[in-house]
């Protein structure tokens, strides 16, 4: 990719994101790699990079944590193990070890997950396990890698016969200093080492006197540090067995050393693997810190911007309390294929060089694989060069003035720009006359839309505001001022050319009618109308803004009282279900109960032995009046259930009752214009289609064609209930109340484990479920459900 000026990068702020990104990072290889990291050009790369970042952010967001660590960078021991007979130092096997460990376990992770990360499962295919050299690593090294006693048997023996004649050498400086304690002639201390060589501490007016050598001498002088005779042999034969270990560790870690040469190249393609996967978890964690979305590659260059906020304010209010933030206002902006050009204007501080950062950083971050802090409906399209006039370039080495670097600019703009080229320039026509200068850059513009190239550029300039307002391929924009408060409201309006504001601001700031009165004059009467007219039209679009906005609220409220209209309903006829599911209930009891006294009806006759017939008799007229009983009760209930209205085949007029076939509502026609008809029910006048309505009559009317009969016989007496519960966007009282008789019934019809999806958002609704199943002796426990069952949105209860 094509970038200019060189310090384009440093220009637009894109090297803070950088930088922040680097943060992220647990390698060295993935920091080397991001410090030069520049955009691509290639849609499919791209396309590639912003998936992987998606599938990292979904993973990091709601998965288990991923055993990205231990990223050592072992590149430089690996080039110094390619020599036959080298030894690499101990600690580095630990290393190796730690890296080849990570790289297991990751590329396990993504395959026990490839079908949520294929990306990512992409990715780790490149790493190769190296059980072979973790079981030789782990068969030599402990915990804390340091060598093991037992990596080989002479090591085992070598130490095991060194601890012996430590114990021994122990024993026998104790015995000798207890002995020359005893004399009188040791001073205060107690054994210590001199030049590797354990040895007491004697006084030194008794030295002679004490059989042994002279190690060292106490800064004193008055101390002398001697070898007992009888540890001298004890001593020297610890020396030789020292040697002895530090020759077969020389030789356990060549052995250890041509292991790793043989898996040279595998560890080297595990630690390039691990450096890529370590960028893109970087690139992941920066763009959840910024709420990124991931946006749409045009491929036909339509622009769009969806509340785009600027990176580098967001990360400077990320770095800040929350008191001390600030708000930021998102950008809207949007550039049609066949839009080559857009003029931005409006008052100085008003956001307009701020919007030309936005747009260059989300280009340069999407093109870099970040997910961009904008809504995911946004489109980009991919440039291939990108050019920044923006700031003072003014160079004394070079010997050019601010307006010369702007000429070197646009002589190189204009010789690489093309249809894939996204041109910025803040400030255009200044540092120059402005006449001239305003011509300069409008044939400038004119050019580059004859490459098709997509030019923002932001002005004071009166004469490129009629120029896109005149230009097919140009489209006039500006940045709100409130004119009220006279201050910006940092939002972008497009087809509206802005005012500078001079005036106006002068006014509030009291500046001499005198000197205004004058300006006005030498500005010039058509001039200064079009900055009325322009303030005008400012003031007429905020005006229309509020009614719209009014207008919105107003069609809010309507849609939030049909929606409240509609949960009545709703609610009504699931309490007629739950009635009706009462009912049904109350009659498998009355059978339930009818059963049983059948039962012991025949139980008691058997139980006696009681063969007459008025025994038989009497049971015989028990159960046939609880039979009775049974019938009256089912017909009581099949009565409350009867629906009050039954269909009609003939066609409703005026005055007739009717039913609504999408909705299950009778009411009293009122009204038939047409195709169109008024209903009136429940004191609501409900407009439908006449075709959707359905004659009905009263369904007391007509007789009844069959009696219930009742069959006595076992079966559920619980309702079926679903494993799962949704409450998402309930609110708290409501979700709670539901939770509380989901659970009743799951309980009462024998579940052990149920699904509560409640959603993830901000977890305020989780809370409250969370805090209700606390108090709920039956529940035994409840955790988040893994991510392919809902992950956080959704909360597994099981019951004791």
């Given at each position: 990719?094509?970038?200019?000026?060189q310090?384009?990068t440093?220009?637009?702020?894109?090297?803070?994101?950088?930088?922040?990104?680097?943060?992220?990072?647990?390698?060295?290889?993935?920091?080397?790699?991001?410090?030069?990291?520049?955009?691509?050009?290639?849609?499919?790369?791209?396309?590639?990079?912003?998936?992987?970042?998606?599938?990292?952010?979904?993973?990091?967001?709601n998965?288990?944590?991923?055993?990205?660590?231990?990223?050592?960078?072992?590149?430089?021991?690996?080039?110094?193990?390619?020599?036959?007979?080298?030894?690499?130092?101990?600690?580095?096997?630990?290393?190796?070890?730690?890296?080849?460990?990570?790289?297991?376990?990751i590329?396990?992770?993504?395959?026990?997950?490839?079908d949520?990360?294929?990306?990512?499962?992409?990715?780790?295919i490149?790493?190769?396990?190296?059980?072979?050299?973790?079981?030789?690593?782990?068969?030599?090294?402990?915990?804390?890698?340091?060598?093991?006693?037992?990596?080989?048997p002479?090591?085992?023996?070598?130490?095991?016969r060194?601890?012996?004649?430590?114990?021994?050498?122990?024993?026998?400086?104790?015995?000798?200093?207890?002995?020359?304690?005893?004399?009188?002639?040791?001073?205060?201390?107690?054994?210590?080492?001199?030049?590797?060589?354990?040895?007491?501490?004697?006084?030194?007016?008794?030295?002679?006197?004490?059989?042994?050598?002279?190690?060292?001498?106490?800064?004193?002088?008055?101390?002398?540090?001697?070898?007992?005779?009888?540890?001298?042999?004890?001593n020297?034969e610890?020396r030789?067995?020292?040697?002895e270990?530090q020759?077969?560790?020389?030789?356990?870690?060549?052995?250890?050393?041509?292991?790793?040469?043989?898996h040279r190249?595998?560890?080297?393609?595990?630690?390039?693997?691990?450096?890529t996967?370590d960028?893109?978890?970087?690139?992941?964690?920066?763009s959840?810190?910024?709420?990124?979305?991931?946006?749409?590659?045009?491929?036909?260059?339509?622009?769009?911007?969806?509340?785009?906020?600027?990176?580098?304010l967001?990360?400077?209010?990320?770095?800040?309390?929350?008191?001390?933030?600030?708000?930021?206002v998102?950008?809207?902006?949007?550039?049609?294929?066949d839009?080559?050009?857009l003029?931005?204007?409006?008052?100085?501080a008003?956001?307009?060089?701020v919007?030309?950062?936005?747009?260059?950083?989300?280009?340069l971050m999407?093109?870099c694989?970040?997910?961009?802090?904008?809504?995911?409906?946004?489109?980009?399209?991919?440039?291939?060069?990108?050019?920044?006039?923006?700031g003072?370039?003014?160079?004394?080495?070079?010997?050019?003035?601010?307006?010369?670097?702007?000429?070197?600019w646009?002589?190189?703009?204009?010789?690489?720009?093309?249809?894939?080229?996204?041109?910025l320039?803040?400030?255009?026509?200044?540092g120059?006359d402005?006449?001239?200068?305003?011509?300069?850059?409008q044939?400038?513009?004119?050019q580059?839309?004859?490459?098709?190239?997509?030019?923002?550029?932001?002005?004071?300039?009166?004469?490129?505001?009629?120029?896109?307002?005149?230009?097919?391929?140009?489209?006039?924009?500006?940045?709100?001022?409130?004119?009220?408060?006279?201050?910006?409201?940092?939002?972008?309006?497009?087809?509206?050319p802005?005012?500078?504001?001079?005036?106006?601001?002068?006014?509030?700031?009291?500046?001499?009618?005198?000197?205004?009165?004058?300006?006005?004059n030498?500005?010039?009467?058509?001039?200064?109308?079009?900055?009325?007219?322009?303030?005008?039209?400012?003031?007429?679009?905020?005006?229309?803004?509020?009614?719209?906005?009014?207008?919105?609220?107003?069609?809010?409220?309507?849609?939030?009282?049909?929606?409240?209209y509609?949960?009545k309903?709703?609610?009504?006829?699931?309490?007629?279900?739950?009635i009706?599911?009462?009912?049904?209930?109350?009659?498998?009891?009355?059978?339930?109960?009818?059963?049983?006294?059948?039962?012991?009806?025949?139980?008691?006759?058997?139980?006696?032995?009681?063969?007459?017939?008025?025994?038989?008799?009497?049971?015989?007229?028990?159960?046939?009046?609880?039979r009775?009983?049974?019938?009256?009760?089912?017909?009581?209930?099949?009565?409350?259930?009867?629906?009050?209205?039954?269909?009609?085949?003939?066609?409703?007029?005026?005055?007739?009752?009717?039913?609504?076939?999408?909705?299950?509502?009778?009411?009293?026609?009122?009204?038939?214009?047409?195709?169109?008809?008024?209903?009136?029910?429940?004191?609501?006048?409900?407009?439908?289609?006449?075709?959707?309505l359905?004659?009905?009559?009263d369904?007391?009317?007509?007789?009844?064609?069959?009696?219930?009969?009742?069959?006595?016989?076992?079966?559920?007496?619980?309702?079926?209930?679903?494993?799962?519960?949704?409450?998402?966007?309930?609110?708290g009282r409501?979700?709670?109340?539901?939770?509380?008789?989901?659970?009743?019934?799951?309980?009462?019809?024998?579940?052990?484990?149920?699904?509560i999806?409640h959603?993830?958002?901000?977890?305020?609704?989780?809370?409250?479920?969370?805090?209700?199943?606390?108090?709920?002796?039956?529940?035994?426990?409840?955790?988040?459900?893994?991510?392919q069952?809902?992950?956080?949105?959704?909360?597994?209860?099981?019951?004791?």
């Amino acid at each position: 990719m094509h970038l200019f000026p060189q310090q384009l990068t440093e220009k637009i702020g894109f090297e803070r994101i950088r930088s922040s990104a680097i943060e992220n990072t647990r390698s060295p290889m993935a920091r080397e790699q991001l410090s030069s990291m520049t955009p691509f050009s290639d849609p499919q790369l791209i396309q590639r990079l912003l998936k992987q970042t998606k599938e990292m952010m979904d993973l990091l967001q709601n998965d288990s944590a991923f055993p990205l660590n231990n990223l050592h960078d072992i590149r430089e021991q690996l080039k110094k193990s390619r020599a036959e007979n080298s030894v690499l130092p101990l600690p580095v096997f630990m290393e190796i070890l730690e890296v080849s460990v990570t790289a297991r376990r990751i590329k396990s992770y993504l395959n026990n997950r490839e079908d949520y990360y294929p990306e990512l499962k992409e990715v780790s295919i490149g790493l190769i396990p190296l059980k072979e050299l973790e079981n030789a690593l782990q068969d030599v090294l402990n915990e804390n890698g340091e060598l093991r006693s037992d990596a080989s048997p002479q090591l085992q023996s070598i130490r095991k016969r060194l601890n012996n004649k430590r114990n021994d050498l122990r024993n026998t400086i104790n015995r000798a200093m207890s002995r020359v304690s005893k004399q009188g002639r040791a001073s205060d201390e107690g054994p210590t080492i001199r030049n590797g060589r354990m040895v007491i501490p004697v006084q030194a007016e008794y030295k002679r006197k004490v059989k042994g050598f002279v190690h060292d001498v106490s800064s004193s002088g008055q101390t002398v540090y001697l070898e007992p005779v009888e540890a001298l042999n004890i001593n020297n034969e610890i020396r030789q067995l020292e040697s002895e270990e530090q020759r077969e560790i020389e030789r356990i870690l060549k052995e250890l050393t041509a292991t790793v040469r043989r898996h040279r190249e595998h560890l080297r393609q595990n630690l390039e693997v691990l450096g890529t996967i370590d960028i893109i978890a970087a690139k992941a964690q920066l763009s959840i810190d910024l709420d990124g979305f991931v946006p749409v590659l045009s491929e036909n260059n339509h622009l769009y911007l969806k509340e785009a906020y600027n990176p580098l304010l967001l990360l400077k209010n990320n770095g800040l309390p929350k008191n001390q933030q600030e708000k930021i206002v998102p950008l809207d902006m949007e550039l049609e294929k066949d839009e080559c050009c857009l003029v931005i204007t409006g008052p100085n501080a008003g956001g307009k060089s701020v919007a030309l950062k936005t747009l260059a950083l989300c280009s340069l971050m999407m093109q870099c694989g970040f997910a961009i802090p904008a809504r995911d409906s946004s489109e980009i399209p991919v440039f291939s060069n990108i050019f920044v006039d923006m700031g003072d370039d003014q160079s004394i080495e070079n010997d050019l003035s601010t307006f010369s670097s702007r000429l070197e600019w646009m002589k190189h703009t204009l010789d690489h720009a093309d249809e894939h080229s996204l041109i910025l320039i803040d400030e255009a026509a200044a540092g120059t006359d402005p006449e001239e200068g305003g011509a300069l850059f409008q044939s400038l513009i004119e050019q580059l839309i004859e490459q098709n190239a997509k030019v923002l550029v932001t002005t004071h300039h009166g004469s490129l505001k009629l120029f896109a307002h005149d230009h097919p391929q140009a489209v006039n924009g500006s940045m709100e001022f409130d004119q009220d408060t006279l201050s910006p409201t940092y939002r972008f309006k497009k087809g509206i050319p802005g005012s500078s504001y001079a005036f106006e601001i002068a006014e509030r700031m009291q500046l001499q009618d005198t000197l205004l009165s004058r300006a006005r004059n030498l500005l010039g009467e058509a001039k200064g109308e079009m900055e009325t007219l322009i303030s005008e039209l400012e003031a007429k679009t905020q005006e229309a803004e509020e009614l719209k906005q009014k207008y919105d609220e107003l069609k809010a409220g309507t849609e939030k009282e049909r929606h409240r209209y509609e949960e009545k309903r709703s609610a009504i006829e699931k309490e007629k279900k739950e009635i009706r599911e009462k009912a049904l209930q109350e009659a498998k009891h009355i059978m339930d109960s009818a059963n049983k006294k059948i039962e012991e009806a025949v139980e008691r006759i058997v139980q006696k032995g009681e063969k007459d017939k008025e025994t038989i008799k009497q049971a015989r007229k028990d159960v046939e009046e609880f039979r009775e009983q049974v019938d009256d009760e089912l017909e009581s209930i099949e009565a409350e259930e009867a629906q009050p209205f039954q269909d009609s085949e003939e066609r409703p007029k005026v005055g007739d009752r009717v039913r609504l076939q999408d909705a299950n509502t009778t009411g009293e026609l009122k009204e038939i214009s047409g195709k169109q008809a008024v209903v009136s029910a429940g004191g609501l006048r409900l407009k439908t289609k006449y075709k959707n309505l359905i004659k009905v009559e009263d369904a007391s009317k007509k007789k009844k064609n069959q009696k219930v009969k009742v069959n006595f016989v076992d079966g559920d007496r619980y309702k079926v209930v679903k494993p799962q519960l949704e409450i998402r966007g309930m609110r708290g009282r409501e979700a709670i109340k539901e939770v509380q008789h989901y659970l009743d019934n799951a309980l009462a019809s024998g579940r052990n484990q149920v699904h509560i999806i409640h959603g993830k958002g901000e977890g305020i609704l989780k809370g409250l479920v969370h805090e209700y199943l606390d108090n709920r002796k039956e529940v035994q426990s409840y955790e988040m459900a893994p991510i392919q069952q809902g992950g956080a949105g959704c909360t597994i209860v099981t019951f004791k």
